[in-house]
């Protein structure tokens, strides 16, 4: 009877270990951990469960508490470099105080914005120059894309293809602005007529055929803020535009880094874009555009 009660206390121990290493997958794939583990376990279920309140801000928290939200900001942030950078962390005291940023309420955007305009960010575009003609090819068709959701179209002005300028001028990260159709020309090879996805396409090969597989990185990442930023005041209208632009993007045919990102269900996206945290639906448009041209440049 001891031998037996003893094996019945050594499977409960597991049993109440193994949730803690399933949960940050689920955090990923933007479901609820509360709720996915309660009907995972077994025994009887209540039938309604209260969400979790978080301790600083006194409103439901989806993660299940700050420290689950901890570490599936870790999580998201080495994600953030493996894409951006193509290498993991260098320095784990900087890695550490980013997550501290984020555990703090630092948005993913900023942290983001933080890296692809750094000095370390331009020390990769010029130290890599040019790109692959099929990472140009998938960089100018989804920038215009991107673009003809915008009221203005992006002027590319001419140092756009280049390296950050050092240093980066507050306010245009990019060294880009917006056209004002009644006071600007249009920069070279783009018309201030309304273009079509082809012309707009050719325009942009033909104006960033030189540039760095960093510098197209990064062109991509701000065109797609500046693309969100527009839809921001209309939810219904961001989740139905994310909903078809990421069955788009899984056409790629490359591994976003989650199965449930790889699915091509427009709906599901639609839906899932509908309630998501803000500041998670741009890392995961930023994500897929890194990681489509990563793979386009990998494979030539």
């Given amino acids: 009877m001891a031998r037996k009660s003893a094996l019945v206390s050594d499977r409960a121990k597991k049993s109440a270990c193994w949730p803690v290493f399933c949960l940050v997958p689920i955090l990923l794939a933007g479901c609820n951990p509360v709720e996915w583990v309660r009907t995972q376990l077994a025994g009887p279920q209540p039938t309604q469960t209260a969400k979790p309140v978080t301790e ?16 599936a900001n870790a999580e998201l942030l080495g994600e953030m470099f493996h894409v951006v950078y193509l290498r993991p962390p260098q320095d784990r005291a900087h890695f550490g105080s980013l997550v501290d ?42 920038l215009a894309e991107l673009s003809l959701e915008l009221p203005a179209e992006t002027d590319f002005g001419a140092g756009a293809a280049k390296p950050l300028a050092l240093p980066v001028q507050p306010g245009s990260p990019s060294g880009v602005d917006e056209i004002d159709f009644t006071k600007k020309k249009p920069a070279p090879g783009v018309s201030s007529e309304p273009a079509t996805l082809t012309m707009r396409k050719a325009a942009y090969l033909a104006k960033f055929q030189d540039a760095s597989v960093f510098t197209l990185k990064r062109v991509l990442g701000d065109e797609a803020l500046k693309v969100l930023d527009h839809y921001k005041k209309d939810r219904a209208a961001l989740a139905g535009w994310y909903g078809k632009w990421v069955v788009r993007m899984v056409r790629h045919g490359v591994d976003f880094g989650l199965s449930s990102r790889n699915v091509a269900d427009e709906k599901l996206h639609a839906e899932w874009a509908a309630s998501a945290e803000p500041d998670r639906l741009i890392w995961e448009v930023l994500n897929r555009l890194h990681r489509v041209v990563n793979e386009a440049q990998r494979k030539p």
């Fill in 56 to 71: 600083a801000s006194g409103q439901p928290d989806e993660y299940g508490s700050a420290g689950m939200r901890a570490k």
């Fill in 101 to 142: 940023s984020l555990n703090q309420g630092a948005s993913f955007e900023g942290i983001y914005n933080g890296l692809t305009h750094s000095s370390d960010y331009r020390k990769l575009e010029v130290a890599n120059p040019g790109s692959s003609a099929r990472a140009l090819q998938v960089f100018s068709e989804s």
